[in-house]
């Protein structure tokens, strides 16, 4: 008995929902393997391997619609999954925005984006240790204060995705990511400070070097000892990269048309409107070759493009999936994601604010006294209202130089005033992951301490 | 094959995947071959059922699958795991090869003899799981829910609610020739309303759950009270001033500001940070890291809870353990591995998210014992400070101790009084000095409603909190107001 293909379970559960009643309905099925290793102190910690295989079937009957899914891929599990599928469908209340995009919205074609290196279907567990040793000495002999380490681990994955809609869409691409982390520990005094550092790439061959990522997790450990709380004033605060892609994680959720259509987000209503200074410019891009972000098609089957978010700092476009866009009366941006036991809902594919030509030491020389965040801890981000407050340590600034490293801080504003705050924006963006940003420096906000 | 002598769950999963008990003691055999201490294969079936609310009607249903096995195997301080969702003897044959790779060669084939047994115990019996119950009564609960929502306050303009049901079923089989398996049910209501009001918007989020069946949510009219709540949290942030920022006097409410001591308490008490040393509580068991009126307990065992389980997923019965009594640190929590690389007792409490994740020391249901004081007379102890009845989440980097966790609901206090709603505050500290600043601690103790869920290493698993009302002299409030 030969195992069917991944396309024709799909081809197999989409006339299996037609014949249980389904006016229309979708397919993913993903399939993947992966493998995950830790050395920590020297010594090997984990290996883990593993192959997974999943599929979500969403049916439509007329406006009502549901999603089942599974990991048990017989002839029964199937059969019986198109019939759970409807008779979900039947007790939800119709929807008249729900349905699969208009078949004329559909890519006809799918690029070829590099989002797939085969050299990470043969990495032996002995390579990747390897690489994880090589990283974890170098933080360990970065720095005499490096005295434990809480290891380095290296991921690897590949994955396909196989997407059939009732409307005559399949299309399938495969992907693959992998990653190196090195979490060293250091101490003085008794204290003890853990900091980490990291590479992600969809290639293998792009991965920094091992023994980098150690030496920057270790510098950025060192530099956390003796770190002190400062009392609470109100000065500017300078975001280093990954703590500003954090600030565009923010944007890119209350720019998303699922949270526009709930009425949860703070930019509601905004369009068009200045909520930047002028040479702030975010972009939306899910065709940059090699990306993280970036896919052929979305899950609904639609072409990713790179949408102008904001420019020159007026608000110029939200991102939508179909439904959202068809609840405010809109165009998707081809921003529909999927998990595979869910339903499509917008998610950013790229999103970045443009670099600026400030580099960040001109940035941190231009604040008399300030803070240098790099890291931020905590959910106290209000969606509705844009209200921040979220658990902050790193270096304090003064006189435009690193002084002392501090922490158990706070800072607190608004993330719409924030926006607007921003001062200075980085000339260092690299795309560490599918979000991301260069320094930002914004003007002002409160920092509580002591 | 039949297999109808044994005790459910064992039944469930040697007929689902063609199994035997004498293939599963082979395998777990061959598993500790080379120089392993320890090996277990794990069995895993999870039906999740979900549905959501939003504009006034249920537009969505979900329900997933999911089944497969993992296999562990551990030496020294190393662990192999493979794991697949395509069980069959061969594949678990596959699945031991690759995560023996991690052993030794040499070592002896060894024999296990695996006998099936069930748990001493069940904190979750029920006469009908929530699984079972009919969808025609899930989706009416939820239209109920916006209809109350909308009729509390015109000002609430949406009401956005998410009823997520689980039943899952687990197999353990070790080298220690444990053969338990456990059902687990789970059910889980959450309301969140969106007030607006002259232009300005605010949301308001409440709810609840356990191990329980259905009816749990209607008893008593449970899920209108979650619903109200949510409504009333948001109506009044309609009118929250800005946070104060600074040190101040803290007083927490009771029931789910327990969370304070899951983030700042329990993960740094962890037995993997503690084998490692990484934690800011590393080697201070039987030191003063608390106020004398202080006393925490991680608990799996009470009936019913969100955070309980009859074994942990090693197949260790769970249990409460005292992690600081009267100020002092007793205890870790542990599981298999760690518990043996310290040389001391397993707490039951290694868990994982699913069978395509390895077990690691985590908290189950973590609480402190109520005190003597009445909760008014605590809140009439403080002159100037904030009180936090609801939050958000939390945070903790357990190696400098420091924590973060942000208060939904809060309210001024002024001269032993509550007066102004806040808006959302951060509350940030150090866990092993928060509990040495506790100067009151209340006679409330309350159970949270059934909501938490903690991430660790990229695993979710559910959790419980509780707290008596405490004072807390000196607790960094990160708002706007300076």
Redesign the interface.
């Known amino acids: 008995m030969s195992t069917p293909s991944l396309e024709e379970i799909a081809a197999r559960l989409l006339q299996g929902a037609r014949a249980h009643g389904a006016s229309a309905a979708d397919v993913v099925v993903a399939e993947g393997d992966s493998l995950a290793v830790g050395v920590r102190l020297g010594e090997v910690e984990k290996v883990k391997r593993s192959r997974g295989k999943h599929l979500g079937l969403r049916v439509f009957v007329g406006e009502r619609s549901a999603v089942t899914s599974t990991a048990d891929f017989s002839r029964e599990a199937l059969a019986g999954l198109a019939a759970d599928a409807v008779a979900l469908a039947r007790v939800t209340a119709p929807d008249p925005y729900s349905g699969l995009p208009a078949a004329s919205d559909l890519t006809t074609q799918v690029p070829e984006l590099d989002l797939y290196d085969p050299a990470l279907e043969t990495v032996t567990a002995e390579q990747a240790l390897q690489w994880c040793k090589e990283a974890e000495a170098a933080a360990r002999e970065a720095d005499a204060r490096i005295t434990n380490s809480e290891g380095a681990e290296f991921d690897a994955g590949t994955n396909r995705i196989v997407y059939a809609t009732s409307h005559g869409f399949t299309g399938e691409y495969r992907s693959s990511s992998c990653s190196l982390w090195a979490v060293p520990v250091a101490s003085q005094n008794g204290t003890m400070q853990r900091d980490y550092w990291y590479s992600s790439q969809r290639h293998l061959a792009q991965l920094d070097a091992p023994a980098a990522i150690g030496r920057i997790a270790a510098a950025r450990a060192v530099r956390r000892l003796g770190a002190r709380p400062v009392p609470t004033c109100e000065v500017p605060v300078v975001f280093d990269p990954e703590m500003a892609a954090s600030l565009l994680g923010h944007l890119a959720g209350a720019v998303s048309g699922d949270a526009l259509y709930k009425g949860t987000s703070f930019l509601l209503g905004r369009l068009g409107e200045a909520i930047a200074p002028s040479f702030v410019n975010v972009y939306d891009d899910g065709t940059l070759p090699g990306a993280l972000g970036s896919k052929p098609f979305d899950a609904e089957g639609l072409a990713t493009r790179r949408t102008p978010v904001v420019e020159g700092g007026i608000l110029r476009s939200y991102l939508f999936d179909s439904y959202s866009a068809r609840k405010l009366d809109s165009r998707s941006t081809g921003n529909a994601a999927r998990s595979v036991a869910g339903s499509p809902h917008v998610s950013p594919t790229n999103f970045f604010l443009d670099a600026g030509t400030t580099t960040p030491e001109e940035i941190i020389a231009s604040v008399g006294s300030g803070l240098y965040v790099t890291e931020l801890m905590g959910f106290g981000v209000n969606p509705v209202t844009g209200d921040y407050s979220r658990g902050a340590s790193g270096i304090w600034i003064e006189n435009g130089e690193l002084a002392f490293p501090v922490e158990e801080l706070t800072i607190a504003g608004n993330l719409l005033a924030m926006f607007r705050a921003i001062e200075v924006v980085g000339n260092d963006l690299t795309r560490r992951r599918s979000v991301s940003a260069p320094t930002v420096k914004i003007a002002k906000l409160t920092v509580a301490g002591t | 094959m039949s297999n109808t002598t044994l005790p459910e769950p064992a039944r469930f999963f040697l007929d689902r995947f063609a199994l035997t008990e004498n293939a599963l003691g082979e395998t777990i055999g061959s598993a500790i071959a080379r120089r392993a201490d320890y090996a277990d294969l794990y069995f895993e079936f999870t039906v ?1 059922e979900s ?1 959501s609310l ?1 504009d006034g ?12 096995a993992g296999v562990r195997v551990v030496a020294g ?10 069980v069959t003897i061969d594949t678990l044959r596959l699945a031991t090869r ?2 023996q ?2 052993a030794d060669e040499g070592g002896e084939n060894r024999s296990v003899a695996v006998r099936p047994s069930s748990p001493s115990r069940d904190l979750y019996a029920l006469a009908t799981p929530p699984i079972a119950t009919g ?2 009564a899930k ?1 009416a609960l939820l239209n109920q829910v916006d209809i109350t929502a909308r009729r509390h306050d015109p000002r609430i ?2 009401v ?1 609610a998410g009823l997520g049901v689980e039943q899952k079923i687990i197999l353990v089989v070790n080298s220690a020739g444990v053969f338990v398996g456990d059902v687990q049910p789970l059910v889980r209501l959450n309301v969140t309303c ?1 007030a ?1 009001e002259n232009g ?4 308001g989020t409440y709810g609840g759950g356990g191990r329980v069946e259905f009816a749990f949510l209607t008893e008593g009219d449970r899920y209108l009270r979650f619903t109200r709540t949510a409504a009333e949290h948001a109506l009044r942030n309609l009118r929250a001033v800005d ?1 104060p ?3 101040m006097t803290v007083v927490l409410g009771p029931g789910w500001p327990g969370v304070l001591l899951h983030e700042a308490i329990g993960h740094g008490l962890e037995g993997d940070f503690n084998r ?3 934690s ?1 509580f590393s080697g201070r068991i039987g030191e003063q890291v608390a106020s004398p009126l202080c006393t925490v307990v991680d608990d799996g065992t009470i009936p019913n809870r969100r955070g309980s389980i009859n074994c942990d997923d090693e197949g260790t019965p769970t249990g409460r353990t005292v992690l600081i009594e009267k100020g002092i640190l007793r205890g870790y929590l542990q599981d298999r591995l760690n518990a043996r690389l310290m040389g001391l007792p397993t707490t039951g409490n290694g868990r994982r998210e699913s069978f ?1 994740h ?1 077990p690691m020391p985590r908290m189950t249901n973590t609480f402190m014992l109520a005190g003597d004081e009445a909760p008014e007379d605590i809140i009439r102890s403080v002159s100037k400070g904030l009180y936090c009845a609801y939050f ?6 357990i ?2 101790g ?5 208060a939904t609901e809060a309210y001024l206090i002024e001269d032993g009084q509550l007066t102004h709603p806040v ?4 509350l ?3 866990g092993p000095d928060v509990l040495t600043r506790v100067s009151m601690v209340g006679s409330d103790l309350q159970l949270d409603e059934g909501i938490g869920t903690c991430g660790k290493d990229g695993q979710s698993v559910p959790v419980g909190v509780g707290l008596p009302t405490i004072r807390v002299d000196g607790l ?7």
């Open positions: 999740q549905f939003e009607i249920v537009k969505k249903a979900f329900k997933n699958v999911s089944q497969g301080d190393k662990t192999g795991y493979a794991h697949s969702d395509d690759t995560a790779a991690i969808l025609d989706i303009t949406n956005l969106i607006e300005v918007r605010q949301q946070a920022a600074g040190t490692k040393q990484v800011a395509a390895i958000g989440g939390g945070q903790v980097d190696t400098n420091k924590f973060v966790f942000s808006k959302g505050a951060t940030v500290g150090n960094t409030v990160g708002g706007t107001q300076a």
